[in-house]
């Protein structure tokens, strides 16, 4: 068996998410190019050891460009902060490697670009982390729609809240600031909603009008207490869109919505019917197509099961559900695959650059207070 040796870079969520996928990709699909985990990296060594020994990397350490220059790796995830992803990605791709990079790809439309500019001029594949779109019930779903059976798709409708910063108590952190995060809920979550609007409508969002609000405009300094500090970036976000597709539709994103933990919800609506989605229940659709009878007409649910691949090289029964890291490990699946073959991957760093023009030009009409057509 083919072995590819992979780097982390970030040992919060993320990192952790990447490294139990690596583990566990081989032994679920049984590839033909296993992940041989080499080495993790973070800013503080004592937790870069600690990550380490958790995670079964043999060697860690502080500094990315360690990462970058280890000649056992050819394969690299990016799980730091928003304004470290282009630095880090793109002296990677220099350097002939694959990148794994999570969302949102940078905190500026130029750092994205010259991200996609170096994709496009390595010979390494690259990734954006959009796992929601990876899920079998979403690409089930996107089945049922390129095969017509809810007819030609009119509209799309999306939310994605959580309540992360719901309270204003909690302290002020790089999240909220535009100089390390760029935008806040539009980067953080909405970014989610396009990559899932753009693989569901096979089309992509061409005009639209944005709105933004901070709720808590100020928060408690965790290097202070006694002092505040302000929020520059969007807590609440939304925006009407044009699809290329001649297709409408409404998105929308909040990071302060009390009560909702991981709350995406998703509806296309056909000429001929409905899908609709809950990431809640990320196992099951629900579909509307018009019944001979009208009595019997209803929204039914699909459970998830072998039939929808890659369901089955996780489980042989129907109804047992898959969880996030499972869905991160598709993830990864269709990024080994396209190293091994040489093949594409969606979305990669030319995709994602398209999703990061629909997030500028959410974030330049909300403050423009205009329509904008996506360039």
């Known amino acids: 068996m083919k072995q590819i040796g992979v780097g982390v870079v970030g040992t919060g969520f993320m990192g952790n998410a990447h490294s139990i996928a690596y583990s566990a990709s081989a032994s679920v699909f049984g590839t033909t190019l296993r992940p041989r985990l080499e080495i993790v990296c973070d800013l503080s060594p004592e937790r870069a050891s600690q990550r ?4 079964g990397f043999p060697n860690y350490t502080s500094d990315w460009r360690e990462v970058v220059n280890h000649p056992q790796v050819d394969l690299i995830s990016v799980c730091t902060p928003n304004d470290t992803h282009a630095e ?14 999570e969302k949102p790809m940078s905190t500026s439309l130029a750092d994205s670009a010259a991200m996609a500019a170096a994709a496009a001029a390595s010979k390494g594949k690259t990734i954006i982390g959009y796992n929601y779109t990876k899920n079998p019930a979403v690409t089930h779903a996107r089945k049922l729609i390129e095969s017509g059976v809810i007819g030609r798709v009119a509209g ?28 806040g809920a539009n980067g953080d979550v ?5 990559s899932v609007a753009h693989f569901l409508t096979g089309s992509t969002i061409t005009r639209l009008s944005g709105d933004i609000a901070i709720v808590h405009e100020e928060r408690r ?11 520059d970036n969007d807590d609440m976000v939304s925006a009407l869109v044009h699809f290329e597709n001649g297709a409408k539709g409404h998105i929308g994103a909040s990071r302060v919505t009390w009560g909702r933990k991981c709350g995406l919800r998703w509806e296309v609506h056909g000429t001929k019917g409905t899908i609709s989605f809950d990431q809640e229940r990320l196992n099951e659709i629900k579909l509307f197509t018009q019944q001979d009878d009208p009595a019997t007409d209803g929204f039914r649910t699909i459970l998830t099961g072998p039939l929808h691949p890659p369901y089955d090289a996780f489980l042989p029964n129907g109804g047992h559900s ?26 990669d760093f030319s995709a994602g650059l398209i999703i990061e023009k629909v997030m500028d ?3 330049r009409s909300a403050r423009e207070q205009r329509w904008i057509d996506v360039e």
């Open 322 to 347: 898959l969880g996030y890291m499972d869905v991160k490990i598709c993830e990864l699946h269709e990024l080994l695959t396209s190293i091994e073959n040489n093949t594409s991957v969606w979305p």
């Open 156 to 183: 799309f409708f999306c939310r994605y809240d959580v309540d992360n910063e719901a309270d204003g108590n909690r302290p002020w952190s790089w999240r909220m600031s535009r100089d390390k995060s760029g935008t």
């Open 88 to 101: 880090i990605s793109i002296a990677a791709l220099k350097a002939g490697k694959n990148v794994w990079c």
């Open 190 to 194: 909405l970014s989610h909603v396009i």
């Open 361 to 363: 030009a959410v974030d």
């Open 52 to 55: 380490a020994t958790n995670l």
């Open 221 to 231: 300094d965790p290097e202070n207490p006694n002092a505040v500090k302000s929020v």
